[in-house]
C-alpha cells in the first residue's frame, strides 16, 4: 500500500515550457486535490475532484489544469510556466469530501527560471 | 468568508514542558476542524480532527486538542514535548455546508529543545 505518491520529485523549467505532475494513490479515495505551498501562506487549494471524469477549480487555479481520467490517478499541467509558480506542489487525497482527513504526497518541488 | 489564524509564527519550547499550538477560526456554522504535521521536506501527516461529540479530542504521537465553541479556538496540546515533535503544524477547518474546501492556517512551526 504506498498510499499518495508524486512524480517527480524535483523539477527546473524555463519560463514559457510545459510539464504535467502526476499524483497516483492506491485507497480507492474519491477525492483528490491538488495545492501549492509556499512560505508563510500555508497550503493553497490549485484544483481538486469529487470522482473520476470531474474537477473543479479551488482558490488559486490559473496557470493551471488538470484531468481525472482513472480514479486514482489527479494530472495537474502547467502549459506555459511562470516564475510565480515556483512552489512545492502536494496532492492529497480522501475516501469523503468532508469529515474524512486528507493523505498527502510527498510533493513536487519546482523551479521556474 | 471563512478563515483559520494560527496566531504564532513560532512556538519554543523546552524537551518535557508542555506545549501549545494554538488556532482560532471563522465559519458559518459548526465547523469540521484537523490538525496536521509536516516535517522538513516531506508531505504533511493527519494529526487528529474534531467533527462531533466530545470537544478533546486525541490524536498521534500524543497530541490532543480542545474544540472551545465560544472563543471559535481549536488548540493543539501535548502534556510533556519530545524533541522530535519538532516541525511545522497546520490547522484546517471546513464548514458543515457549501463546497468542500479546507481553509489551511499559515503554520506554525514549533521548536523543542533539549
Known amino acids: 500500500n504506498a498510499g499518495v505518491t508524486q512524480t517527480p520529485k524535483f523539477r527546473v523549467l524555463k519560463t514559457g515550457q510545459s510539464m504535467t505532475l502526476l499524483c497516483a494513490q492506491d485507497?480507492?479515495?474519491?477525492?483528490m486535490y491538488w495545492y501549492r505551498q509556499d512560505p508563510g501562506m500555508g497550503l493553497r487549494l490549485i484544483h481538486y475532484?469529487?470522482?473520476?471524469?470531474?474537477?473543479a477549480k479551488g482558490e488559486v487555479p490559473d496557470g493551471y489544469n488538470v484531468s481525472r481520467l482513472k480514479k486514482q490517478n489527479f494530472l495537474l499541467g502547467l502549459e506555459s510556466a511562470a516564475p510565480s509558480q515556483t512552489s512545492v506542489y502536494f496532492c492529497?487525497?480522501?475516501?469523503?469530501?468532508?469529515?474524512?482527513?486528507?493523505?498527502f504526497g510527498p510533493g513536487t518541488r519546482l523551479t521556474v527560471l | 468568508a471563512q478563515s483559520v489564524a494560527q496566531p504564532e509564527d513560532q512556538v519554543n519550547v523546552a524537551e518535557g514542558n508542555p506545549l501549545t499550538v494554538k488556532c482560532t477560526y471563522s465559519v458559518s456554522g459548526n465547523p469540521y476542524l484537523f490538525w496536521y504535521v509536516q516535517y522538513p521536506n516531506r508531505g504533511l501527516q493527519f494529526l487528529l480532527k474534531?467533527?462531533?461529540?466530545d470537544n478533546l479530542v486525541k490524536g498521534s504521537y500524543g497530541f490532543e486538542a480542545e474544540f472551545n465553541k465560544s472563543q471559535t479556538s481549536f488548540h493543539l496540546k501535548k502534556p510533556s514535548a519530545l524533541v522530535s515533535d519538532s516541525a511545522l503544524y497546520f490547522c484546517?477547518?471546513?464548514?458543515?455546508?457549501?463546497?468542500?474546501?479546507?481553509?489551511w492556517g499559515a503554520g506554525t512551526k514549533l521548536i523543542i529543545k533539549p
Open positions: 485507497m480507492n479515495h474519491e477525492y
Open positions: 475532484s469529487v470522482g473520476e471524469g470531474t474537477t
Open positions: 484546517a477547518v471546513r464548514g458543515r455546508v457549501g463546497n468542500y474546501q479546507l481553509i
Open positions: 492529497a487525497s480522501s475516501y469523503d469530501g468532508r469529515e474524512d482527513e486528507q493523505f
Open positions: 474534531y467533527i462531533t461529540g
